[in-house]
């Protein structure tokens, strides 16, 4: 058993045990940005992307089975996705129940909103684009600047050689194909600063989050976004500058752009690497190590470039329920057609706005079930890019992981369904019976914050992962993984109720192990990562209008 098992653990106890150090107190006023800062690199504007035809978000959240994915990137596209997944898109300013409320008015204590979530808020990923001679930048790697909407421009000259070679000879013929890539790196001290050791497990949601909205809204426009999780870290984080563990690259998306013939590509010049010689300008007067963080991602590195063969996964994969005991039948899943630009931008979090007088029905509730339980982080985590390769070239498609993600549900004030705690089976659309009669108390008792009401949600729901399934299978970077794919599913959550008008909030704060005996997973492996309350919100809730201030 490895360190990444070890810290899994710790993830799943934390509630009963402080994870070290217990002591740690977050120095607030001297936080990190919530962004990289590069002061002396020149900022390009990027459009807005609003004449873009803006499709519904249920084509990226239910997607239709062979829905076409095989678009082009545009410099429009890609910067629309950008604004809409991790730009500032507007400023939170609604009176709600989260401890931060006092200091919203204030400008240095704004909190402005993106399409994406981020845990704890603190949007600890960047994205920085390496672009080849097909796209329309002169060839360099490029910072994506979240406050500006603007790309830096970090290193000039073609570095998506390297990019490639640093993916393997053994990625999917798409990466080995194109000269444009996104680099998502993760800054380990923006969200540690706040949540220390735990701080790497919340990262690996972030990094989920942010793929899931790109998924989403790809799929939306026609467009297919795969990540790739195993590659040459050490060599990309050289060429971003970023060596050390304090920063590192969690995943590369190949894009395909449009106009760019799929085929053979240059290899890379002799020579080392070139690398950013730009440094983030860090905020914060104090940085800490903490040796945790530092130790969960040597074990993530350490098996960074050994790719596993497809369909390994399939060990970690959710196991079929049994048949027996009470079900209840759902509707069938549908969501709106609603443009997912909308969508992400009226995402967010209720916090303590939940109203019990007004039920959720049974049909929203199917819908954000379905949505959830279709997600997953794409390409190779789910063994798709293979399989697809092989039906191309017509032979036989080599094995696919299945869903890593168990949905469980408390049910509190749902139309026709009973109090309870439910299984979802979404091959039936039905929820299992697990746990009858009312849930609220023990939701409230067992989370750790205020900031929520959650006896007076609708329901809320519960993903799991057999965390430790994932590691034996695919070894400690497979963390990544099995937590990456938990905050995929909540974006999915949000995204879904967003489309419904449903309130909705994601929730680290809660006693893993309670929920553990409650549903009766002792023995299962299965581990709940997040809580996930959905509810109608209270009507005509005070906010402020700062965009016509």
């Known amino acids: 058993m490895g360190y990444a098992h070890e810290y899994a653990d710790a ?11 217990a002591d740690f107190v977050p120095d607030w006023p001297d936080a990190p940005r919530k962004g990289r800062f590069y002061p002396s690199a020149e900022p390009y504007a990027l459009p807005d992307g609003d004449g873009l035809f803006d499709a519904p978000a249920a084509a990226g959240l239910l997607p239709a089975p062979g829905a076409a994915a095989d678009g082009g990137f545009t410099l429009p596209l890609l910067s629309a996705m950008l604004k809409d997944s991790y730009g500032l898109t507007g400023r939170r300013l609604g009176v709600q129940a989260n401890s931060d409320l006092p200091g919203l008015p204030l400008y240095t204590h704004a909190n402005w909103s993106r399409g994406t979530a981020g845990g704890g808020g603190l949007y600890p990923v960047a994205v920085h684009w390496a672009s080849g001679p097909s796209g329309p930048l002169t060839p360099g790697l490029h910072h994506y600047d979240v406050q500006r909407h603007a790309v830096q421009r970090l290193l000039t000259g073609d570095v998506t050689a390297r990019v490639r070679e640093a993916l393997g000879a053994d990625a999917p013929a798409r990466a080995r194909e194109t000269d444009q890539y996104l680099l998502l790196s993760v800054k380990y001290w923006q969200t540690a600063f706040k949540y220390n050791s735990f701080g790497f497990h919340v990262v ?68 080392p690497d070139p690398a950013v010689r730009h440094r983030d300008l860090e905020r914060s007067r104090t940085v800490i190590t903490f040796p945790t963080v530092r130790a969960m991602h040597a074990a993530t590195v350490a098996s960074a470039t050994e790719r596993p063969a497809p369909g390994a996964l399939a060990a970690a994969a959710v196991r079929p329920l049994p048949k027996d005991g009470p079900r209840v039948s759902l509707p069938v899943p549908a969501l709106p057609g609603v443009p997912v630009r909308r969508v992400l931008r009226s995402r967010r979090s209720s916090f303590g706005r939940f109203d019990a007088t007004r039920p959720v029905t049974a049909a929203e509730l199917s819908a954000v079930l379905a949505a959830c339980a279709a997600t997953s982080l794409g390409g190779e985590a789910d063994g798709a890019d293979r399989a697809g390769e092989a039906q191309e070239a017509g032979a036989p498609g080599e094995p696919r992981s299945g869903p890593l993600v168990r949905l469980y549900v408390f049910v509190n004030h749902v139309e026709s369904v009973e109090p309870g705690a439910y299984a979802y089976d979404p091959d039936g659309g039905e929820l299992a019976l697990v746990v009858p009669g009312e849930q609220g108390v023990f939701l409230q008792e067992n989370y750790f914050l205020a900031n929520y009401n959650l006896e007076q949600a609708g329901a809320v729901l519960v993903p799991t992962v057999r965390t430790e399934a994932v590691l034996d299978a695919v070894g400690g970077r497979g963390y990544r993984i099995a937590v990456g794919t938990a905050g995929a599913v909540a974006q999915a959550f949000y995204l879904a109720a967003s489309a419904l008008s449903v309130g909705a909030g994601v929730a680290l704060g809660f006693d893993n192990v309670s929920f553990v005996e409650r549903l009766g997973l002792t023995g299962t492996g299965e581990a709940p990562l997040l809580i996930m309350p959905l509810g109608h919100e209270r009507p005509a809730p005070a906010d402020f209008r700062h965009e016509i201030a």
Request: charged share 20%.
């Open 11 to 21: 993830v799943l106890h934390r509630g009963r045990v402080p994870m070290e150090p």
């Open 204 to 271: 690996c949601t972030d990094v989920g989050t942010l793929v899931q909205t790109w998924r989403v809204w790809a799929a939306a426009h026609g467009l297919g976004v795969a990540p790739l999780f195993w590659f040459d870290e050490p060599r990309l984080n050289r060429m971003l500058g970023t060596e050390g563990g304090d920063e590192s690259v969690f995943a590369v998306v190949p894009l395909r752009w449009e106009g760019a013939g799929r085929g053979a590509v240059r290899a890379a010049p002799a020579g």
